[in-house]
């Protein structure tokens, strides 16, 4: 393996049977184990972080070279907050949010059904969880393609079933944001369902037993222990469907490119149509910072917000 | 209707149904794509669907997706060569520093870790504008290395085999140590193959995260040839324009290799984003 200058070191200083040396040789030994990683997270994660906070504050176009980079302090910011394209984005991203209770409420409803009252459970862990494993650009391309508004399979559908002007989706701006939130939704069951699955089978069976001797109907039995004892796990995916939210782009660059006029738009396609068709790569950095701080402020929340709301 | 005695199966033979209409939602699409790619094209939107092809044309479409003007074969070989190789290396680096971080006692392990974690909470994309930055000057830009090292060091891939590892006793770390055993031995006879259920697990679930991967692709390539299946599925979309049976064939080749890895590893894929709760 890559790492084989590691056995000498390790295995040369305890020979010695001196402490100091015996625990030098753990931190040596540590350290060389952890520092693929270390270096790798360095180079790629934490300087990015550092250089995207300073950009925030240059005014730079990238095809200028480091000459043309001039300092404009909070600039940056000040201009996000008139610039309506970012706000349209910022208020695209709060609609979004939306789809989060939609697939969780779903998908929980599917998990309870498939984990007590179905046969086959193998299939339909499979097949709800086909959109989720699948490509995105294949699954964003196969949609565009059905959402077609004038010969698209769904819009035909709906015309021979009577709706004479169905919408024209993903090319009409007052659908299109709609459009893409029904098919995240279609795509996140998968992965919600396979969580609330293995979330419903920590609940102790001994608990419905005791309700069913007690008489509870369904319901009960729903709302008193099943509801309740999955709240950790319904906050476990609130929270990650709430970041990832904040992280849609895939979807958006294949089939609408944030548009029509910009109804689809988001942070991070506006991140990136400013820093890659725009190249200004400073007023980016700010959007990232921005993007950054929205989803720092949601894992402080959550931090917050675990101790006091989750019933364990 | 109370008690679970009394429960009768018919009750469960209406859910099944019920979930099954419902589970045709979320397969239609898949099968509309499979079927249309093995149409000409002319059939494509013919209303009602045809959900068995009149005319067969399955054979030319494929070979013009495979072979034609954007040579599917090439596409293939890039994302299979990316995606191995990053799954390989990943796996190396995060059982190496997750064995780090749990079997080895050393000054600053805690520290370092946390901030290891930290990291996972940043977008990626909030640091694509510097990283894009970092490859233009060293080299990496436009190369298969390049989007192999970005998916090489997952935060997440450590966090995860660290709680496998923390799972196996210390005294099997002590008594290798008494028998003379280093730290890279230790790690390589003892602990790794304890954990190579996880270790499979992550290698699966990492080689379909980048075999789906569109977002780097797109930011760190430029050169055609170099594209792998999700951009060139893409860009073949937005060049063939109306070819849709081409298109979906296209489609149905993307999906196929993660089918197959997910049917193969299905116990492991579902178990393991269950156990971890973790997403791309």
């Known amino acids: 393996m890559e790492n084989s200058a590691v056995t000498p070191k390790t295995d040369a200083k305890p020979a010695r049977g001196n402490w100091m040396n015996l625990k030098n040789s753990e931190t040596l030994a540590g350290l060389l184990f952890v520092s693929p990683m270390l270096i790798g997270v360095t180079v790629l994660v934490l300087l990015p972080i550092l250089a995207i906070f300073a950009l925030s504050f240059a005014d730079w176009n990238f095809v200028q070279g480091w000459d043309g980079l001039k300092w404009i302090g909070f600039d940056n910011f000040g201009k996000l907050l008139d610039d309506h394209a970012f706000i349209r984005s910022v208020r695209n991203n709060m609609i979004f949010l939306l789809a989060v209770p939609v697939y969780m409420l779903v998908s929980m409803v599917l998990a309870i059904l498939i984990d007590r009252y179905v046969y086959w459970k193998g299939f339909f862990k499979v097949a709800y969880f086909m959109p989720y494993i699948s490509s995105i650009v294949a699954v964003a391309i196969v949609w565009q393609v059905l959402f077609q508004p004038s010969y698209g399979p769904i819009n035909e559908m709906l015309k021979a079933i009577g709706i004479a002007n169905p919408p024209k989706w993903i090319a009409d701006p007052k659908f299109a944001l709609y459009s893409i939130m029904m098919i995240t939704v279609w795509v996140s069951i998968g992965f919600n369902l396979i969580i609330y699955i293995a979330g419903l089978q920590s609940i102790p069976r001994d608990l419905y037993e005791a309700a069913d001797i007690d008489g509870a109907n369904a319901w009960v039995k729903f709302a008193r222990i099943t509801f309740p004892l999955l709240s950790p796990t319904s906050f476990f995916l609130l929270v990650t469907g709430i970041i990832s939210s904040f992280k849609v782009f895939d979807i958006i660059a294949v089939m609408t490119q944030g548009g029509p006029i910009g109804s689809t738009s988001m942070m991070v396609w506006y991140l990136y149509e400013q820093a890659f068709n725009n190249l200004k790569i400073g007023y980016a950095s700010s959007v990232s910072v921005v993007l950054f701080a929205f989803v720092m402020i949601i894992t402080a929340g959550q931090w917050i917000a675990q101790k006091k709301w989750v019933n364990y | ?280």
Not at chain 2, 99 to 110: A, T
Not at chain 2, 159 to 173: A, N, P, V
Not at chain 2, 192 to 216: C, E
């Open chain 2, 1 to 280: 209707m109370r008690g679970i005695a009394m429960k009768p199966d018919w009750r469960k033979v209406a859910v099944t149904a019920l979930l099954f209409v419902v589970s045709i939602l979320f397969l239609l699409p898949f099968i509309w794509m499979l079927v249309t790619s093995f149409k000409i094209e002319k059939d494509v939107f013919v209303y009602p669907i045809q959900w068995i092809p009149k005319q067969w044309n399955a054979i030319a479409n494929y070979k013009e997706v495979w072979f034609g003007d954007y040579p599917f074969y090439v596409y293939y070989l890039n994302s299979i060569k990316v995606a191995v190789i990053t799954t390989l290396i990943s796996c190396t680096t995060a059982s190496l520093a997750a064995y780090g971080f749990s079997k080895v006692r050393f000054k600053g392990s805690k520290a370092l870790f946390v901030i290891v974690l930290a990291t996972y909470m940043v977008p990626n994309q909030a640091i694509l504008v510097p990283q894009f930055i970092l490859y233009r000057n060293i080299g990496l830009f436009d190369s298969h290395l390049g989007l192999i090292i970005i998916g090489s060091f997952s935060v997440l891939g450590t966090f995860m085999l660290r709680q496998f590892f923390m799972g196996i006793h210390q005294e099997y770390i002590e008594s290798a140590k008494v028998d003379g055993a280093g730290h890279l031995r230790t790690f390589w006879s003892i602990a790794m193959p304890l954990v190579k259920p996880a270790v499979a697990t992550y290698a699966i679930l990492r080689f379909i995260w980048t075999w789906n991967d569109y977002q780097n692709p797109l930011i760190f390539l430029r050169t055609d040839k170099l594209y792998t299946i999700p951009l060139a599925m893409q860009k073949f979309t937005s060049m063939s324009g109306e070819f849709y049976s081409l298109i979906m064939a296209g489609a149905v080749s993307a999906i196929i290799p993660l089918l197959i890895v997910f049917i193969v590893g299905q116990k492991n894929v579902i178990e393991g984003i269950a156990l971890g709760g973790v997403k791309g």
